[in-house]
């Protein structure tokens, strides 16, 4: 590829041809404690696990997700700023994975990062022409055309190419932004991720920053893996939304597809937590019920299950759907200690108000309301974990689906059991 140009727009973007490929990408920290803590792998960190997707020449990915779920250490991993577990990265026609050294170094000409904080990430000594024309010079690139390309990618982020000489202090959070925008495309990368960018700024200059890396977007034929905990920006700017949770990727699919027929319920609850301006208009909040597992010996089968509403009743018992609904509440209540006892007679009345259930998944509730009135909360919650949660299939296989998509043509995947074709057409399903 040509770096030769000062000006260079776009080269030639093929669009729909896949720039990168990640493939069962795995990165786990080892918490070290010591020899045998390493050998047994038992306090590893699985903060990236298996995970799959493309992204196109000139598209923009959307990677949403809670905080803490592996975002982060995915992008970084993408661009082997972290080594991978497992897994492999194509990007172009290579395994970023398999590479080192110089072969590396070059190719990371054509990967850019833009992170959150635009204050910490620029140099408060140095001017912004220079932090610009930082990354040609490590790269060896464009000599004697530095200053040049610096104003003139100054001038394309929306900044005054005459403030080449300002220190970054001298601009606002924006504009330091803009000003990281420009470093980043200083060496004319094919691919940037960008982690949060907008997150530190107000809502109208987010906007405003948003709107500017679309437009840098179309002139330099950028593709972005863009990450965001806020919907409302992911929506903005993506073509795809991937929602990721503990590690994992939960469902992926065109951005409108997403946001109208989303078929996680994982997604589903991020959705309807988002706050909206007149609360007269509802906006559910704690939809997202109990804490995220931790990412150290995350749930079996799919790792949402233990928050999950629509966890899916275990088939050996052939309830009913009330009747699994009044067992979950029961089991999810007595897990977390959420209710107060008061009296066998209430318990009763808050969670089977019109009995427990025949046969033997109403003697292992019997059993575990025995426990809970006899003060043995543990003996109660592990019998119903045990019996009830374990013993879905949600719990027993990790899912993995492509369902049918509403709003556009692309391919929707939704890691969620109730697409399986013997549960879809269930009560489970209702
Ligand atoms: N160097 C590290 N060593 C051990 N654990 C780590 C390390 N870096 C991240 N983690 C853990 O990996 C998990 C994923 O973290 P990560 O920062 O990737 O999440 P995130 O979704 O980007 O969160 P945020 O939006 O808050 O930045 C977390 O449990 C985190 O504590």
């Given amino acids: 590829m040509s770096k030769g140009m000062v000006t260079e727009s776009s080269e030639e973007v093929n669009f729909g041809e896949t720039l990168l490929r990640v493939e069962g990408l795995t990165k786990y920290f080892s918490q070290g404690s010591g020899f045998i803590g390493n050998l047994l792998n038992d306090d590893e960190v699985k903060a990236v696990d298996d995970v799959t997707f493309n992204i196109a020449k000139g ?40 590479m080192s050294g110089e072969e590396l170094r070059t190719m990371r000409e054509d990967m850019q990062m833009i992170f959150q904080d635009p204050q910490s990430s620029l140099d ?8 610009v024309e930082e990354p040609m010079k490590a790269h060896g690139l464009y000599k004697g055309q530095r200053e040049e390309r610096a104003r003139m990618l100054l001038e394309k982020v929306g900044l005054d190419p ?5 220190y970054p202090h001298q601009f606002s959070g924006g504009q330091r932004q803009r000003v990281n925008l420009a470093r980043a495309l200083a060496v004319n990368p094919d691919f940037i991720v960008c982690d949060e960018p907008t997150s530190a700024l107000d809502a109208s200059i987010q906007a405003q920053v948003l709107n500017t ?43 409108e597809e997403l946001f109208e027929n989303p078929q996680h319920p994982y997604t589903n609850a991020l959705l309807q937590s988002i706050p909206v301006p007149d609360p007269r208009h509802g906006g559910q909040r704690g939809v997202l019920e109990g804490d995220v597992p931790s990412p150290i010996d995350p749930p079996s089968g799919c790792r949402f299950r233990t928050r999950c509403p629509r966890l899916i009743a275990p088939e050996k018992y052939d309830l009913t759907l009330e009747e699994w ?57 592990e019998r119903l974990t045990e019996s009830f949660a374990e013993q879905s299939i949600c719990a027993q296989e990790i899912p993995e689906y492509e369902v049918e998509s509403e709003h556009g043509n692309d391919i929707h995947i939704a890691a969620c059991h109730l697409h399986h074709d013997d549960i879809s057409g269930s009560a489970n399903a209702d």
């Fill in 59 to 98: 598209e923009t990915l959307g990677l949403v997700g809670e905080s803490g779920c592996g975002k982060s250490t995915l992008a970084r991993t993408v661009l082997r700023l972290l080594e991978p577990t497992d897994g492999a990265v194509w990007f172009k026609d290579d395994n970023l994975a398999e």
């Fill in 124 to 131: 408060p000594r140095m001017k912004v022409g220079p932090i």
């Fill in 162 to 166: 005459q403030h080449y000489n300002r």
């Fill in 213 to 255: 890396m679309r437009d840098l977007q179309d002139e330099f034929g950028l593709t972005y893996l863009f990450i965001s905990h806020d919907l409302s920006v992911i929506r903005h700017i993506s073509d795809r939304v991937a929602v990721m949770y503990l590690g994992q990727l939960v469902e992926l699919a065109e951005t």
């Fill in 325 to 381: 609904d009044d067992i979950k509440a029961f089991m999810r209540e007595t897990e977390r200690r959420t209710f107060e006892l008061d009296g066998e007679a209430s318990l009763r009345q808050e969670f089977f108000p019109n009995g427990t259930p025949d046969g033997e998944a109403g003697s292992l509730v019997e059993t575990s309301i025995d426990d809970v009135l006899n003060d043995d909360w543990d003996a109660a919650e």
